[in-house]
């Protein structure tokens, strides 16, 4: 013998579980992109200054050139 068809408030029962588990996983997705573009944009800064400095290393002169007495 076949089992009964759900009938409709036993479908009914799982909704609010799913409407919130979706948004649950959207908050979870947002969060993963926000910490991605935080992180290239950090590693872009890090990437600029390293190169700034190397830069400002290469046209200042430090001084370095006078003998030591």
Do not use: E, H, N
Request: proline share 9%; charged share 15%; hydrophobic share 55%.
């Amino acid at each position: 013998m076949p089992a009964p068809a759900p009938t409709l408030c036993s479908r009914l029962r799982w909704l609010p579980l799913c409407l919130l588990a979706s948004l649950a996983l959207q908050g979870c997705a947002v969060v993963a992109v926000a910490d991605a573009a935080i992180t290239v944009v950090a590693t872009g800064v890090k990437v600029t200054a390293k190169a700034v400095g190397a830069v400002a290393d290469a046209v200042i002169p430090d001084g370095d050139d006078k003998p030591k007495d």
